[in-house]
């Protein structure tokens, strides 16, 4: 089964990833992370110029993610793993070759909270400047996230709010998975 986790940067996504492989029913269990599928040369992605000129990968923005890439590795994956699980802003956005069971969970964590974990990891775990990232965030990724990410909520099997504890999302997402099998199956 394909199992994917879109929502915001900052939401908890690669978090819950990790619960979810610590809970899962069965095992093998594989995780790709979206963060590394972004296109890494200006011929691919989409590429805008910083304030000093130079192109830097828009990485709020789908067309970025390899996600062909993703894809094929996902349905590799897919031919060796009970459950693959696939985090990422876009992770909703992939598409393996192969027929496969799916559900795809949207991660919700207000936007508040989303920056501020931001800051906390990037800025100051990561010594990335903050002015850089406040600037970035005010003129590009608030409006990103409301255009690309936003709206697959309302497509996804399921919404979790990403302010509870990453163990108890990943129990609701096992017995929503395991409720639609059965649900199905009868």
């Known amino acids: 089964m394909l199992l994917t986790l879109t929502g915001g940067a900052g939401a908890g996504k690669t978090t819950l990833a990790a619960a979810l492989v610590e809970t899962a029913p069965h ?72 027929p496969h069971a799916r559900f795809d969970v949207f991660v919700d964590l207000p936007a508040d909270l989303r920056l501020a974990r931001k800051i906390r990891r990037t800025c100051l775990s990561e010594g990335f400047p903050l002015d850089v990232l406040l600037r970035n965030y005010v003129e590009h990724r608030r409006d990103a996230h409301t255009r690309h990410v936003e709206p697959v909520r309302h497509v996804c099997d399921l919404v979790v709010d990403a302010t509870l504890d990453p163990h108890v999302l990943a129990r609701e997402v096992w017995a929503a998975i395991i409720n639609r099998a059965a649900t199905h199956s009868s």
Request: proline share 8%.
């Open 27 to 98: 095992a093998p269990v594989r995780v790709l992370h979206g963060d590394d599928y972004y296109f890494s040369t200006p011929d691919r992605g989409t590429w805008t110029p910083d304030e000093a000129g130079t192109p830097r990968l828009d990485v709020g923005d789908p067309r970025s993610m390899d996600t062909e890439r993703l894809g094929r590795d996902a349905e590799a994956a897919l031919a060796a793993a009970a459950y693959v699980i696939v985090d990422g802003m876009f992770a909703h956005h992939i598409a393996p070759g192969l």
